[in-house]
C-alpha cells in the first residue's frame, strides 16, 4: 500500500525507539494500533451504508443491466439461447422433426455415404494386396526358421 520496506521499517522503529524512548514505545504502538482500527471500522461502516443506500434506491439494479447491456458476449449468448429454446434438441438419427421429403433425402445420402466408404476400403484393401510384404496371405504356409537361426 505505501510501498514501504523492511529497511525503511526498520528505520521507522529505530528512530521510534530514539525519540519516544523505550518505556513509552509499546504504550505509542497499542493507540497507533487502536486508532487504525477506529479508521478501518469507519470505512468499514460508510461503505456498508453507501451500498445499504444503492441497494434501496435501486441503483444495484439498474448497475446490473448496465453491466449485461455493456457485455456483448453474454448479450449474444443470451439472444442465442433465447432463439434455440424454441426448438426442440435434434440428434443426428431422429428423423422424427425432418419433413417427409428431407428425411428421404437424408437416407439417401446416408446410403451414399455408407457405399462410398464400403467403396474406399476396398480400393485400399486392393491396394495393400499388391504389396506382399504389408499383409500376408492367410493360406500360405508360415515361414520354416533358416538353420543358422535354430
Known amino acids: 500500500m505505501f510501498d514501504i520496506g523492511w529497511s525503511e521499517l526498520l528505520v521507522i522503529g529505530v528512530v521510534a525507539l530514539i525519540v519516544v524512548g523505550p518505556k513509552d514505545l509499546p504504550r505509542m504502538f497499542r493507540t497507533l494500533g487502536e486508532f487504525t482500527g477506529k479508521a478501518r471500522r469507519m470505512a468499514r461502516e460508510f461503505q456498508t451504508a453507501m451500498n445499504q443506500a444503492a441497494k434501496d434506491s435501486g441503483v444495484d439494479d439498474i448497475a446490473g443491466d448496465l453491466r449485461k447491456v455493456a457485455n ?22 431422429d428423423d422424427s422433426s425432418l419433413s417427409p421429403e428431407r428425411a428421404e433425402n437424408k437416407r439417401k445420402i446416408d446410403a451414399a455415404m455408407a457405399q462410398a466408404a ?10 495393400r494386396a499388391d504389396e506382399p510384404d504389408l499383409i500376408p496371405d492367410p493360406a500360405a504356409p508360415a515361414p520354416k526358421p533358416k538353420a543358422d537361426e535354430a
Request: glycine content about 4%; cysteine-free.
Open 72 to 93: 456483448p458476449k453474454k448479450f449474444g449468448m443470451d439472444k442465442i439461447r433465447e432463439a434455440t429454446d424454441e426448438f426442440k434438441a435434434w440428434t443426428p438419427e
Open 118 to 127: 464400403e467403396n474406399r476400403q476396398a480400393a485400399e484393401i486392393a491396394e
